[in-house]
């Protein structure tokens, strides 16, 4: 198989959507959050008053407060259906008009809530329904520079090379994106690669491991995992000879930032320091080994693995959560995930991720 996804990335993004390395792409998203904020509010009180000549630029969006916030590209289209009005014809016409029809379509309409996604600098980032659950870009990207590093130097895990050979990663051969409406990563683990044996011809070759992680904040796409093994990367970005590729989506609805910090962060751990699993087959696996049949087992695996005290813990924490007792593998790893968080020290934290994130290695 010849998986084209990075290859169509790389192809269609701008130089300034590139970053060569995952804490600059990082520090980033934190400005970017800590310039947002999110607000719900009626349609009924919203109204868009014209700036300049065009409608994609010289737009602004007020509301009761009056203050006036300018749609990006993306966010323009969300209002204009909101509206019920086609997005690619309004830009085309002048900013006058096309705010009298987008007013015209908003009050028409009947009032429902929208959640606004704003900025300090006056932009409205996204239009989205007012239970969008987001998945900020910064908490998955804080996730893989945790676990993979920088994406370049600090481990195997790095933009992939070309043709299996490593490179330095500049802005013309990087697999690192975001704009305006969402964000990409591609990488691979070229170094320790995995025997096959009869790989072709009766012959035992070797694969790499690569992912790729996709995310919206604005309502552009779900967020998504795609793990795989493959032979090597070529200099357009196409993965040759992926092979066991698996996918794993969670669409933007209420729960789904709580499902990331509880399902997927623990399992890229694993997956990073695994041998050849994917997180797709981790997940699944751990949610269907059973620890034991009684409660009286579980206590005794939890109090073996974790210590009595942190056992306990877990079980607490997973039941208020949850609303019910540990039963797999798995809800030990979302459990240990729990508890961790209301650690102080990062050190002790991440300490107990890592031995959470152990209980998916049993499963395998």
Known sequence: MTALTASKQWASRPADERFTSLVDMLEHFRGLRRNSAAKVVPTGVLSVAPTAETADAGLVLRGSAD?????????????????????????????????????????????????????????????????YGRIWNADIVDGLVRNFGD????????VPGEFGKAVDVTKANTTLFAGDRDMFVFLADETNRIEIPNRRDGKTGSLARGFFVWNSEVGSTTFGISTFLFDYVCCNRIVWGATDVKTLKLRHSSGAPDRFLR??????????????GSVVAAIESARSKRIGQTGEE??????TRFGRKLGESMQTAHLLEEGRPIETLWDAATAATAVARGIEYQDERVALERLGGSMLDLAA
């Open 298 to 303: 579980v206590a005794t695996f939890l109090a």
């Open 151 to 158: 994406g370049v130097n600090d481990s195997s895990w790095r």
């Open 263 to 276: 399902e997927i962060a623990p399992a890229l751990q694993t997956y990073a320091n695994s041998s050849a």
């Open 67 to 131: 203050t006036a916030f300018a749609p990006t590209h993306w966010s323009f289209g969300q209002l204009a259906g909101l509206a019920g009005a086609p997005a690619g014809y309004l830009r085309t016409l002048p900013a006058p008009i096309a705010a009298d029809a987008l007013n015209y379509g908003l009050r028409r309409r009947p009032v429902e809530e929208v959640g606004l996604l704003l900025t300090r600098d006056g932009a409205v980032r996204a239009a989205t329904g007012p239970k």
